[in-house]
Nanobody
Framework: QLQLVESGGGLVQPGGSLRLSCAASGFTRNYYAIGWFRQAPGKEREGVSCINSRGSRTNYADSVKGRFTISRDNAKNTVYLLMNSLKPEDTAVYYC?????????????????????????WGQGTQVTVSS
């Protein structure tokens, strides 16, 4: 059973930066794409970014392109989300989630950062607050 734990959230001023981490344990071989999602109060959960199982392809929501960078270190079983130029509208609980892609790697396959049944393992979330 795969477990995911997010960390790195906090309070930051507009224009500041944070780096979130998503640490995986359990069945941690490189068979999973990882996505970052967020949910603001009163809003639906939305996709932010995702990265394929080997870290060679990434995808971003339009709202964060050019500001957020996703990466992964499979030796450490950890995925990161570096968030720069943060805005108040980035305030939300951020979750990471895993989608099982299996042992056969397809380099052309692109992950999609959308809430779907594909992502069936979720972390507990970490709060990010952007405010002056």
């Amino acid at each position: 059973q795969l477990q995911l734990v997010e960390s790195g959230g906090g309070l930051v001023q507009p224009g500041g930066s944070l780096r979130l981490s998503c640490a995986a344990s359990g069945f941690t071989r490189n068979y999973y794409a990882i996505g970052w999602f967020r949910q603001a109060p009163g809003k639906e959960r939305e996709g932010v970014s995702c990265i394929n199982s080997r870290g060679s392809r990434t995808n971003y929501a339009d709202s964060v392109k050019g500001r957020f960078t996703i990466s992964r270190d499979n030796a450490k079983n950890t995925v990161y989300l570096l968030m720069n130029s943060l805005k108040p509208e980035d305030t939300a609980v951020y979750y990471c989630a895993a989608a099982y892609w299996g042992p056969v790697f397809d380099p052309s396959r692109l992950c999609v950062p959308s809430v779907s049944k594909e992502y069936d393992y979720w972390g507990q979330g970490t709060q990010v607050t952007v405010s002056s």
